[in-house]
Structure formats: C-alpha cells, structure tokens
C-alpha cells in the first residue's frame, strides 16, 4: 500500500483539492438550504461570492504548500501516466457535467424558475470538479 508520502504532487493537489472543493460547496449549499430549490428566491450574492473567493484562495494556498514541499516536482511536466490519469478522470468529470447540466435544463420548464436552474448548474459544476480531482488521485493512487 503506498502512503501519502510516497504520493506524486498530483495525487496529493488532487485529494486536497477534491476534498477542499467538496467541503466548500458543502458549505454553500447547507448554507442555503431549502431555499436554493425553491421557485422565487434570490441569489445569495454575498455568500455566492464567499464562496468563490474561498475555493481560489484555498487552491492558491494548497498549490504554494505543495509546490514549497516538492519544488522540483511542482515544476516538471506530467508524467504519461499522469496525463492518463488526468484524462480519464476529465471524463469523467465531463459526464458528470453533462448529465447534471441536461437535468437542471430538462428540469427547468416544470419550475420556471433562474435561480433553481443557476442552484442546480452551480452543483453540477462543483460535482464535476469534485469528480475531476478526486478521479486524478484515485487513478493515480490505484494505477490502470
């Protein structure tokens, strides 16, 4: 069993960034609550843009911490298997987007509603996200 220190620098941004992006769009949607799903609600302006500041100061934040840990490996391309990895986990990350994007659309006619639609965009993309970098460690974690 391989263990966190003997991990790529990729396999550690992509847990790190999977969890970090999970737990603030966790955050986000508890936040709202009920009110994100229905009709007649506003955007939560403020808390919308907590949120995305959040996520890029987390990452910028995660990246330094990694890149100060492993410089050399923070500067070098990525490996073939690295690529591979990243690729199929896009793939992924690209069905979980399309089906969640195709559902909140398909959804739309029953409640007529732009907030509910942007709610149910906003969770398919942080899904998407979250499947992309998590996908990247695992592969990367577990070969294929």
């Known amino acids: 069993m391989a263990s966190w ?3 790529s620098l990729r396999e550690k941004s992509g847990w790190i960034m999977g969890a970090l992006v999970a737990v603030l769009g966790g955050w986000y949607f508890l936040k709202i609550g009920s009110t994100a799903w229905q009709p007649g609600g506003a955007v939560p302006t403020g808390l919308l843009v907590r949120f995305i500041v959040w996520c890029i100061v987390g990452s910028i934040i995660v990246q330094a911490i990694l890149a100060m840990e492993d410089a050399r490996a923070a500067d070098a391309p990525a490996d ?6 990243a690729l199929r986990a896009s793939h992924w990350s690209g ?7 195709v559902t909140s659309l398909l959804m739309f006619p029953a ?22 970098q998590l996908g990247t460690a695992w592969l990367l974690r577990r070969g294929f």
């Open 5 to 7: 220190s003997n991990a």
């Open 80 to 85: 073939e298997r690295e690529l591979q990895a």
């Open 95 to 101: 069905l979980a987007l399309g089906v969640g994007a």
């Open 111 to 132: 409640h007529g509603d732009g907030v509910v639609l942007f709610h149910a965009i906003l969770a398919s993309l942080v899904l998407s996200e979250v499947v992309e």
